[in-house]
Structure formats: C-alpha cells, structure tokens
C-alpha cells in the first residue's frame, strides 16, 4: 500500500474513533461513520481490485487454512459429536428424528445432552438480554409472563431454533394489528421495534464491543471452516472483510459447489457449526462473567441507572432522589432533586404526571444490570457481558430459517428444500420486515 493511501486509512481510524466516542446522537454517528467509511472502501477497493462492493472489501489468503485442516482431522471424532448435538439444539426432538446418519440409541442420548443445553440456554439468554438492554440504555419488554405454561416445552420440540421462529411469528401478528389499527381507527403507532442494529460505538461500548465482535466471527467462520473439512469440502481461502477501514469480519470460503453437492449429514453439520460454536462459546465465557463479577461486586455501584427518556442523558447514575438512596418516586411529590453523576439536578412532574425518564435500579450484588466506580472494572465487565451477550443473541437468531442465515441452509439441508421448507422461510422473512417497520417508521 502506497504512503498517501496508509495516511487516508490512518486519519479515517482516527476520524473513526473521535466520532465514535463524542455525544453526538447515534443516528449522526452512523451516517457520518458510513459516509466515510464508504468513500474510503471505494477509493481503496477500486484502486487495489480487490473483491466487495458499497465501501465493503474482501482480503484474501491461503494462509492458515493448512492449520484449520489438522485441527479438523485431529479432533474429527469429537467436532462430529459435538454438532449433532448443536442441531438437537437448533431444532430439538424434530431436528433429531431427520438425523438419518444416527442410530435410534444415538439419537435419545443426543436428545438428553441438547435438551440439557436447551434448558441452559433458556436461563442465560434473558440474561443476555438484559445486559444487551443495560449497554443500549434500552427498556426491554417480555411477554413471557402472559404465555401459557405449556409454551416452555417448545424449545424441546422444535429447538431453539424453531422457538424463536414462533416468536417472530407472534410480534408479528401482534404489530401486524397494531398497524392495521393506526390505518383503520387512527391509533398509537406501535413504538417498539423488533430488533435493532448492535454497532460499536454508536449504541455499544467502542473498545469492548469491537473486541467482542471480533472474536465472535473468529469463532463462527473458524467452525464453519472445521466443519467443512470435517465433510470434505475443500477450502479455497481465508481473509478479511473490511468497511472502508474499518474490520466488520473474518470468514472462511469454502468451495460452494462441493458444499451444495454434498450429504445432507455433511451439509447440516457445516451449517449448523457457526451457532454452535458460538452458543458453546457463550455458556464458557458466562462462567467468567460470573466469575468475575461475584470477584468484583465490591467496586459496583449502588443506585439508579438512566436507561431512557428526553430530560436526562442514558446512562447517567442518580446516587439519591430527595436524600434518599432509592430508585421509587413517590406519586405525591411533585418536584425531585438529585444527585447524580452528572451534578445536582432539580425536576417537576410534567402535564403527563411523568418526570421524563426511566431508570433501573443499581445493586452491587445483582449481576445485571451493574455499574462500577472504577474504569477497568466497567471495561472487563463490558467486554466479558458482551463477549458473553452477542454470542448467545448471535447463535439463536442466526438459527432464524431467513435468507441469508445460517437457518434458512440448515432447514433445506435437513429437512429438504420442499414446499412447507419454502414456506417457512419466506413466513419468516415477511414476519421479520413486519416487526421491523415500526423502528424504520
């Protein structure tokens, strides 16, 4: 690379990062940070040839594939194993009973193991959530309180898989309605979005979530590629994806025409080992997320923590309201002091009976949500939480049977690309546009 492009992909970094971590609003942020990134992607793109397009660039190499090739063949055996219980997991008993290449003794023990990791995955991933909503400084709602009891067992028939599939098929309805109301009778615009856009210095901790972001996709692309070569399927290259300068990726290129000529047996293993090295992977980094955090509980913060609203910045820590270390307001009173992070501040109830922001409370011996009053405390617990966090949001909605996920080729792979396949994945995809039209509107 020529001085002058080294000189352009350095002031973008730097450009990169002051935006980043300013308090300009998120939405400024991206649109600033895209603009750049694309214009650079471009100039670079164009002027080296390399493969991508709209900013992105593709880097790649032959190198380390000759590693992941004895990796795979030593722990050949194992890596088998270990993604047949992945696909239990992913599509529980129904996944199961399609596993062809398995005994009927095999595929019991096989249903045991992954419905012990089903239950495991069901306590963590609120959890996830959660820490997912504190970092956002968002307000979660969860309607698993008003589902039937019976709904529990969903997991264990159709997988992880198959139960967030069903949930998207409910937010559906339920915001098809809604927005059928706003039409109809003039309503309330639904104000919840499905999902939202995680980005590292837009709504993420900078540091820690591109760490954490970066070691997700190793571990996805690195099992994807054992996987391959577990099925023999050759690998062609490895490398890099960029966003102008920015790393968004790493990936592993397999020879697409071997894959999609490949057993059913050897395509679903491939398919399914992206979400299970990250799910596998999540579980190993709670235990030192939790580790730490029981270590550490006595630099944590006790009191409230600002996670909405117009009147005060997200993420700001309110000590005590009226002299009091309490996060309950009494309807009664009118008018607040408090102490803050950010200095003393004074408010009154306004015309809506509201004060105009939402706050969590802050417990040092809760594992979420926490604060802490020293920076490498915040920055370990950050980036262990989202380590921990993505991985398991990553894994389960990966398992989304939608274009372009690693669901939609396991369900063809495994279940066959007939009719109810097809139509599964295309319910899919139009409940995922649904649920996503109140965040664009």
């Known amino acids: 690379m020529e001085n002058i492009d080294k000189a352009i992909a350095i002031i973008s970094l730097a450009i990169f990062y002051i935006v980043a971590v300013s308090n300009i609003p998120g939405i400024y942020k991206a649109i600033g940070i895209g603009t750049l990134m694309y214009l650079v992607g471009e100039y670079l793109r164009k ?67 992954s419905s012990i990791l089903i239950f495991i995955l069901s306590i963590l991933s609120p959890v996830a959530i959660s820490f997912v909503f504190q970092v956002t400084h968002s307000i979660g709602e969860s309607s698993v309180a008003s589902m039937p009891k019976w709904v529990v067992v969903i997991p264990y028939i159709f997988g992880m898989g198959g139960s967030i599939t069903l949930s998207l098929y409910t937010s559906a309805a339920k915001t098809l309605v809604d927005l059928i109301n706003v039409i109809l009778n003039n309503g309330p615009m639904p104000t919840k979005a499905g999902a939202t856009l ?7 901790p900078l540091i820690e979530g591109l760490l954490a972001l970066g070691i997700l996709l190793v571990v996805h692309e690195g099992s994807h590629a054992l996987l391959s070569v577990v099925g023999r399927i050759k690998l062609i290259s490895s490398g890099i994806a960029l966003f102008g300068v920015i790393p968004v ?28 090295a990250n799910l ?53 009173i009118n008018e607040i002091k408090l102490n803050t992070s950010s200095g003393e501040i004074t408010l009154h109830r306004k015309e809506n009976g509201k004060f105009g922001f939402y706050i969590i409370k802050l417990d040092r011996e809760a594992l979420v949500p926490r604060v802490y009053s020293t920076k490498w405390a915040q920055f370990i617990y950050n980036f262990l939480g989202l380590l921990f966090a993505l991985n398991i949001v990553v894994g389960i909605i990966n398992l989304l049977p939608i274009p372009l996920f690693d669901g939609q080729h396991l369900t063809y792979a495994l279940f066959g690309k007939n009719a109810i396949s097809k139509a599964i994945v295309y319910t899919a995809l139009v409940s995922l546009i649904i649920v996503l039209i109140p965040g664009i509107l």
């Open 249 to 276: 990726g790493g990936f592993i290129e397999p020879d697409e025409e071997r894959l999609n000529k490949a057993s059913v047996m050897a395509q679903s293993r491939v398919y399914v080992a992206g979400s299970a």
């Open 47 to 113: 002027k080296y040839d390399l493969e991508g397009e709209y900013g992105f660039m593709m880097i790649k190499t032959t190198k380390g594939i000759q590693d992941i090739v004895k990796a795979a063949k030593r722990f050949q055996p194992w890596l088998k194993v270990w993604v047949d219980i992945f696909i239990g997991v992913a599509f529980g008993a129904v996944g199961i009973a399609f596993m062809r290449w398995r005994t009927l003794k095999e595929k019991i023990i096989i249903f045991f193991i």
């Open 198 to 204: 995680l980005l590292p210095g837009i709504n993420l």
């Open 280 to 332: 596998t992977f999540a579980i190993i980094v709670f235990l030192l997320f939790i580790s730490f955090s029981v270590l550490t509980s006595q630099y944590a913060i006790n009191g409230c923590l600002v996670v909405g609203g117009d009147v005060i910045k997200p993420g700001t820590i309110i000590y005590s309201i009226n002299g009091n270390s309490t996060c309950n307001i009494s309807k009664e």
